[in-house]
């Protein structure tokens, strides 16, 4: 049905940058949206980018100027190329692709990123 598959994760230095990757496995023409999101320890999970089928981007605040979310033309590749990283922006990455049909939101396994200052 839908399968998401994240990679790209790793350790990085301060003002580094990491793209990180999600291998999508569903029908284009039932997705709305797709999206990365993190969830640091001890926090919430929260939004850093999406993209609509319209190439409609949105950013978290904290990711403006500094992220950028992209996907290939089939929406076989969505893409995270993060630039400048923090050791706030140290957390598990998720992939999120919102569909047509129930649950609707569909997540893949998640990507550590780690940050070190």
């Known amino acids: 049905q839908v399968q998401l598959a994240e990679s790209g994760g790793a350790l990085v230095q301060s003002g580094e940058s990491l793209t990180l990757a999600c291998v999508v496995r569903?029908?284009?023409?039932?997705?709305?949206?797709m999206g990365w999101y993190r969830q640091a320890p001890g926090k919430e999970r929260e939004v850093v980018a999406t993209?609509?089928?319209?190439?409609?981007?949105t950013y978290a605040d904290s990711a403006k100027g500094r992220f950028s979310i992209s996907v290939d033309n089939a929406w076989n590749m969505l893409y995270l190329q993060m630039n400048s990283l923090e050791p706030e922006d140290t957390a598990v990455y998720y992939c999120?692709?919102?569909?047509?049909?129930?649950?609707?939101?569909?997540w893949g396994q998640g990507t550590q990123v780690t940050v070190s200052s």
């Open positions: 569903a029908n284009k023409d039932h997705i709305v949206s």
């Open positions: 993209i609509t089928k319209s190439d409609s981007t």
């Open positions: 999120n692709a919102h569909m047509v049909f129930r649950p609707y939101d569909f």
